[in-house]
Structure formats: C-alpha cells, structure tokens
C-alpha cells in the first residue's frame, strides 16, 4: 500500500475521552485531588473500545481517525454523533 501524504481526517480525542468520562465510570482515574492531561485510564479505554493501548496513545496524540470512529462507536452502543456533536458531520464531508 503507497503512502500518499494525504493526512486521514480525524477527531477530537477529547471528545471521547469526556464521554467515557461521563458514562463509563470504570474507565475513570481515581486520584481525588490530583490534576492529570488525562481524564480516563489508558489501559480500561483500550479494553472497553476493544482496541491496543498503542491505539488509545496513538489517538491522544493524533486524534481518532474518522474511519474508525464508527466502530468505535459501535463497541459503545451509540453513534459517532453523540461522542462527536459538533466535529462529527464537519469531518464527514470534509472525507
């Protein structure tokens, strides 16, 4: 497969990282009155998102590719739209 330069659209980890925050409370850092970058364990995101740790570092470094979002979505019982308001459908016709 050529590489071709041509950077994958992507979103916001961000936006992932407050939903798993917000709904998966097992994803969470407990370390009550410490600051992290980071709001949800590495190793609990990769395993709820059924992806490698690599993925989740590769994702907070990068962004979530778009493609993957909706399998990403999926193993989440949702639709890209509710992890993604407000970049989702931008990105889409950006693709």
Not at 45 to 68: C, D, K, M, T
Not at 78 to 91: D, F, K, Q, S
Request: aromatic residues 14%; glycine residues 4%.
């Amino acid at each position: 497969m050529a590489v071709t330069g041509k950077k994958q659209p992507s979103l916001p980890w961000e936006d992932l990282e407050h939903y798993l925050y917000a709904h998966f409370e097992n994803t969470r850092y407990h370390h009550p009155g410490t600051e992290f970058d980071r709001k949800v364990q590495p190793c609990a995101a990769a395993e709820l998102l059924n992806v490698s740790r690599q993925s989740i570092h590769r994702y907070y470094l990068y962004g979530v590719p778009f493609y993957s979002a909706d399998r990403i979505a999926a193993e989440l019982s949702t639709h890209p739209m509710e992890i993604w308001p407000a970049h989702y459908l931008e990105v889409q016709t950006c693709a």
